[in-house]
């Protein structure tokens, strides 16, 4: 008996949508959790996208430095080394940081 090839599960598809669209967010440009999650095509899965975002492996090539709060913040607490390489890395990419916040006007990505 030939058995029928697995498809992944529900969570396993979710996680991957997430990270295709991560994919597309370009350099210079932040997302918030619940745009990443429409863009993923979840809307209304703003913590799944947080969830999915704080499992990442540490060394990963995602760019999730892109992915703040939709009050234009880093979520991460303040005094943490994770809202220090996050902060770093979105400076590097030429994002300004004013009293702990993101212009999403300015650097939002509107896809």
């Given at each position: 008996m030939v058995s029928a090839p697995l498809s992944p599960s529900p969570?396993?598809?979710n996680r991957e949508a997430i990270y295709l669209a991560l994919m597309t967010v370009p350099a210079g440009k932040v997302i918030t959790y619940g745009?990443?999650?429409s863009l993923a095509g979840l809307p209304g899965a703003a913590r799944l996208a947080g969830s999915v975002l704080c499992g990442l492996p540490d060394k990963t090539e995602?760019?999730?430095h892109?992915?703040?709060n939709a009050q234009g913040k880093i979520s991460l607490p303040v005094d943490s080394s994770g809202y220090k390489k996050q902060m770093q890395r979105l400076q590097a990419e030429g994002v300004q940081i004013k009293n702990g916040k993101i212009s999403l006007?300015?650097?939002g990505y509107n896809n």
């Open positions: 969570a396993a598809t745009q990443l999650a995602l760019p999730w892109r992915v703040i006007r300015i650097y």
